[in-house]
């Protein structure tokens, strides 16, 4: 069809070649909850999966660190103590360390 075309004088643009992407992103989470009193520590999947009473106090601190301008937060990881300026700060440490920030 196209030679036939283009012998009548008409131009034929080339066939365009389409690329699509597909970018798909996995998150993983992971929450460690320490009991005060035994010290044993529970880690769960998600923030879903946490007991309704201890997700609540997470949500609370969540908020009140948020409000707070001067609020430090204290991480405990893998046997480290590290303070933050902010829940974003903490968030930025581990999703670019590849890790799913863990609350301990």
Do not use: N
Not at 10 to 28: N, Y
Not at 55 to 81: D, L
Not at 87 to 101: H, I, L, Q
């Amino acid at each position: 069809m196209q030679r036939i075309l283009r012998s009548l004088g008409f131009r034929v643009p080339a066939p365009r070649t389409v690329v699509k992407t597909r970018t798909t992103e996995i998150r993983t989470e992971r929450v460690e909850v320490q009991d005060p009193q035994t010290g044993q520590v529970r880690v769960y999947g998600s923030l879903d999966e946490v007991p309704a009473d201890i997700r609540a106090k997470i949500a609370q601190a969540r908020s009140t660190a948020q409000q707070s301008a001067h609020t430090k937060i204290t991480v405990k990881a893998s046997g480290s103590t590290r303070t933050y300026d902010s829940v974003v700060a903490v968030a930025t440490v581990f999703d670019s360390s590849g890790r799913s920030g863990g609350l301990r």
